[in-house]
């Protein structure tokens, strides 16, 4: 039986334009691909001011999050969905920082001691945090243009796999080549 693969979309605009009929979400066509390729059955989750309904994390056998701009409190409900309820996530580019920004988190609100529900006393904490706590930092080398279609390469490198992880044990490789889209033109 095919496993249902919910992509968590970008947000666009949500928080920040005041313009209601320009809040949406995008997903990448090539993450729907990807997923059908691999067998799977893409479905698109879609929040409603931030919030997934919790009855469309559980159709869900595993979960991919693509890149994106910003952390926003479906995110954290997705992982905290995946983690509590034992089904695997795969992080793109903003999605793998998450895996890390949602257990430090998570750490530091648990620490802090809360009451009620820790994906929203999540939220709270990093609108505590504000501009402090940002991963989004110039990286060196990467691409900062916009990559036309068939060029795709021009935006690629090496990265290294771990030995021991997951992702090595599947790949069984040591290194591949990836592309990365950073929009940062001022490196550190």
């Not at 809040?23 to 479905?43: F, M, Q, S, T, W």
């Not at 698109?44 to 997934?52: E, H, I, Q, R, T």
């Not at 701009?69 to 998450?98: D, R, S, W």
Request: aromatic share 10%; hydrophobic share 35%; glycine share 8%.
């Amino acid at each position: 039986m095919k496993k249902v693969v919910g992509l968590v979309p970008a947000s666009m605009t949500l928080e920040t334009n005041k313009r209601c009929m320009q809040d949406y979400y995008r997903l990448g066509n090539n993450y729907i691909k990807r997923v059908v390729e691999a067998g799977g059955i893409p479905v698109g989750l879609a929040p409603s001011d931030n919030w997934v309904t919790e009855e469309a994390l559980d159709l869900c056998d595993a979960f991919l999050v693509q890149g994106g701009n910003e952390f926003y409190p479906y995110h954290f409900q997705m992982i905290h969905h995946a983690v509590t309820h034992g089904k695997k996530y795969l992080g793109i580019c903003l999605g793998e920082q998450l895996i890390y920004v949602y257990f430090e988190l998570k750490r530091r609100v648990e620490e802090r001691g809360f009451e009620g529900d820790l994906v929203t006393a999540i939220c709270d904490y990093l609108k505590e945090l504000g501009s402090d706590f940002s991963l989004q930092k110039a990286v060196p080398n990467h691409y900062s243009e916009g990559v036309a279609r068939g060029k795709e390469d021009d935006a690629k490198h090496d990265v290294e796999i771990v030995k021991g992880t997951l992702l090595h044990s599947v790949l069984k490789r040591d290194t591949m080549r990836i592309a990365t889209y950073h929009k940062l033109s001022t490196p550190p």
